[in-house]
């Protein structure tokens, strides 16, 4: 069981609420994790929350919205983000990338400063505690293609996204 299934079944914070839908372009549920009026985790799983959950948010709606349209940016939503201060960075980098676009791993290397950290770029995207919102699924490799995607069903869902946004004809 990967990480982020994990954390998916373990009990929530007091004040969070957990939100899930099925959905059908993906054939995955998108599960949505509030922290007061924030999002603290967005995860992809095969099988659905094992614990009590919630189907409607405006943020999951949009979210489920995004995939089956490919457009908002989501760059408005709030977020309860409790990674490393380089991932932060990072995370941040990523939802600068709009919809339709690509930027490969040592670009958002290079605008951090450090245009060796393409890998750590690449670690901190497999982090990511709330991926479609912030957009990894935006960040190919240099050498073309598109890469891995670590939340459940890995490229292939990675593909549709971009498909979706219009970005698959940019990717070398």
Do not use: W
């Amino acid at each position: 069981m990967n990480k982020k299934r994990e954390n998916n079944r373990e009990a929530l914070a007091e004040d969070s609420k957990l939100y899930a839908r099925f959905n059908e372009d993906l054939g995955l549920f998108v599960n949505l994790t509030m922290n007061g009026e924030r999002v603290a985790s967005v995860t992809l799983t095969i099988d659905p929350p094992s614990i009590a959950y919630h189907e409607d948010h405006p943020y999951l709606t949009r979210v489920i919205n995004h995939i089956a349209s490919g457009n908002d940016g989501m760059r408005d939503i709030p977020l309860d983000l409790r990674v490393t201060s380089f991932e932060k960075e990072v995370l941040e980098q990523l939802r600068k990338v709009p919809p339709g676009d690509v930027v490969t791993y040592g670009e958002i290397a290079k605008r951090l400063g450090n245009p060796n950290a393409s890998r750590a770029v690449g670690t901190a995207c497999a982090r990511n505690p709330v991926a479609i919102i912030v957009p990894c699924h935006r960040i190919v490799p240099k050498s073309g293609g598109v890469g891995n995607y670590t939340s459940e069903g890995g490229p292939k869902v990675k593909v549709l996204l971009l498909k979706r946004e219009g970005a698959i004809g940019k990717i070398t």
